[in-house]
């Protein structure tokens, strides 16, 4: 059974690693931003050769997703009883997902879930 003593030394060990560790990731982040400097610069130099602006990367925007509409039991049968086919698709009609799937769990004589991917569609069965 290890000593008192051995537990300390492992804990400055632990300790010790967890420095350097921070050391390094320190280090390689500012080695990073040393090249990303110097790329800016060389980018400056081309553009002023070449009398071109050097074009800047685009980041891709996302949209920030709406949440889903979560409706009772008894507006879908509604929703659904006014629909083509009495079949809704869930992602046109911004209604949830996970919302829909407990209520076709827990109605199966009523409520069928079908499609694939991201287009699933509820049918009312009745």
Request: glycine share 4%; aromatic share 0%.
């Given at each position: 059974?290890?000593?008192?003593?051995?537990?300390?030394?492992i804990q400055q060990l632990k300790?010790?690693?967890?420095?350097?560790?921070?050391?390094?990731?320190?280090?390689?982040?500012?080695?990073?931003?040393?090249?990303?400097?110097?790329?800016?610069?060389?980018?400056?130099?081309?553009?002023?050769?070449?009398?071109?602006?050097?074009?800047?990367?685009?980041?891709?925007?996302?949209?920030p997703k709406a949440p889903g509409?979560?409706?009772?039991?008894?507006?879908?049968?509604?929703l659904l009883a006014e629909a083509?086919?009495?079949?809704?698709?869930?992602?046109?009609?911004?209604?949830?997902?996970?919302?829909?799937?407990?209520?076709?769990?827990?109605?199966?004589?009523?409520?069928?879930?079908?499609?694939?991917?991201?287009?699933?569609?509820?049918?009312?069965?009745?």
């Amino acid at each position: 059974m290890p000593t008192a003593s051995s537990l300390d030394r492992i804990q400055q060990l632990k300790t010790e690693i967890a420095s350097l560790e921070q050391a390094a990731v320190q280090e390689l982040m500012d080695r990073r931003n040393t090249l990303t400097n110097e790329l800016a610069t060389i980018d400056a130099e081309i553009a002023k050769l070449t009398g071109k602006p050097v074009q800047e990367k685009k980041t891709r925007s996302t949209q920030p997703k709406a949440p889903g509409k979560s409706l009772p039991l008894q507006e879908l049968k509604e929703l659904l009883a006014e629909a083509p086919g009495k079949t809704l698709n869930l992602r046109k009609e911004g209604l949830e997902l996970r919302n829909i799937k407990v209520l076709a769990t827990a109605n199966p004589h009523l409520l069928k879930l079908a499609g694939k991917g991201a287009w699933p569609t509820v049918t009312l069965l009745k």
